[in-house]
């Protein structure tokens, strides 16, 4: 990643994503600004969630992982929901990757 582009974007929001979410967001800032991005099946990338931050089992941890979610949803709701990498025969209701019923395209 180029500084240049990051900074063009704005970088991490930092405020309202302050632990999730942050680098999805930049990603869809980078998209928005009409940059693509490109993967290799060749870089092997190991990220472990929570590692540092542990589980999200306190109110506090809670209540904040809820307005994260809330501020995503409502700065990215129609790219999530027509996420050109989801397939779109699957949910948007459940995590769980099942099929979508009613069908969401026919």
Same mark, same amino acid.
């Given at each position: 990643?180029? @500084? =240049?582009?990051? /900074?063009?974007?704005?970088?991490?929001? +930092?405020?309202?994503?302050?632990?999730?979410?942050?680098?999805?967001?930049?990603? %869809? =800032?980078?998209?928005?600004?009409?940059? %693509?991005?490109l993967w290799t099946p060749f870089a092997v990338?190991?990220?472990?969630?929570?590692?540092?931050?542990?589980? +999200?089992?306190?109110? +506090? @941890?809670? =209540?904040?992982?809820? !307005? /994260?979610?809330?501020?995503?949803? !409502? @700065? &990215? +709701? @129609?790219? %999530?929901?027509?996420?050109?990498?989801?397939?779109?025969?699957?949910?948007? /209701?459940? /995590?769980? &990757?099942?099929?979508?019923?009613?069908?969401?395209?026919?």
């Amino acid at each position: 990643m180029r @500084k =240049k582009l990051y /900074e063009e974007v704005g970088g991490f929001e +930092e405020v309202h994503l302050p632990v999730s979410f942050n680098d999805v967001d930049f990603c %869809l =800032k980078l998209l928005a600004a009409g940059y %693509l991005n490109l993967w290799t099946p060749f870089a092997v990338l190991v990220h472990h969630e929570s590692a540092t931050r542990g589980l +999200e089992d306190t109110p +506090e @941890k809670i =209540k904040r992982s809820h !307005q /994260e979610i809330e501020f995503m949803r !409502q @700065k &990215w +709701e @129609k790219i %999530l929901d027509a996420d050109p990498a989801y397939n779109p025969n699957l949910t948007l /209701e459940h /995590e769980d &990757w099942s099929l979508a019923f009613p069908p969401r395209i026919t």
